[in-house]
């Protein structure tokens, strides 16, 4: 079956940088696109941005470009969102997920990662 | 790009019928039948229930339907039971570099 699992949770201090990793399984990890997508506390679901496995190739939304990274190793089936210059307003579950087509969307997302910015 | 519009909260008794509204653009919603709806428990990720505006993923109860019209699509849950209490996202593809734009989210409560 489809999974999506996440590494820990983590607690950074303003200016650092987080880089959150997400391990696919169950399915050709370079089939799909994997979407990042972030949460704050009681708030809504923001998008970050998106990265091809299969070419590396990266869109970030434009709230993020310049802080975000997207990368992925392919021989892990493991998909990595780095950012940076944090700040309190970051404090959020960060999630990946899977993104099957233009018809379906995002099908499967990981359990998430609880970032948490504090001095 | 802006995020599609739902209201804030939704609330129903056990047994009725309730339905969110996702409303968007002439570049999203208005444009494609791409429209997908998630259920989200507390603590929880967020789960697909309606893709293609109207189709349910295996599993997903068929009392949760969806349709659209115009610029605005929407998701009815009809039998309305106490775990339907969670939020609710709606998503739409659109015509941009990162062709993907969520909905502002819907809290439903089960009175």
């Known amino acids: 079956q489809v999974q999506l699992v996440h590494s820990g949770a983590e607690v950074k201090k303003p200016g650092a940088s987080v880089k959150v990793s997400c391990k696919a399984s169950g399915y050709k990890f370079t089939a799909f696109y994997i979407y990042w997508v972030r949460q704050a506390p009681g708030q809504g679901l923001e998008l970050m941005g998106r990265?091809?496995?299969?070419?590396?190739?990266?869109d970030y939304a434009q709230k993020f470009q310049g802080r975000v990274t997207m990368t992925r190793d392919t021989s892990i089936s493991t998909a990595f969102m780095e950012l940076s210059r944090l700040n309190s307003d970051d404090t959020a579950v960060y999630y990946c997920?899977?993104?099957?087509?233009?018809?379906?969307?995002?099908?499967?997302w990981g359990q998430g990662t609880l970032v948490t910015v504090s001095s | 790009q802006s995020a599609l519009t739902q209201p804030a909260s939704v609330s129903g008794s056990p047994g009725q019928s309730i339905t969110i509204s996702c409303t968007g653009t002439s570049s999203d919603v208005g444009a494609y039948d791409y429209v997908s709806w998630y259920q989200q428990h507390p603590d929880k990720a967020p789960e697909l229930l309606i893709y293609e505006v109207s189709n349910r993923p295996s599993g997903v109860s068929n009392r949760f339907s969806g349709s659209k019209s115009g610029n605005t699509a929407s998701l009815t849950i009809s039998g309305l039971q106490t775990e339907d209490e969670a939020d609710y996202y709606c998503t739409s593809y659109t015509n941009n570099v990162l062709p993907y734009v969520f909905g502002t989210g819907t809290k439903v409560s089960v009175l």
């Open positions: 990265i091809d496995p299969t070419t590396g190739g990266t």
């Open positions: 997920a899977r993104y099957y087509d233009v018809l379906t969307g995002i099908d499967y």
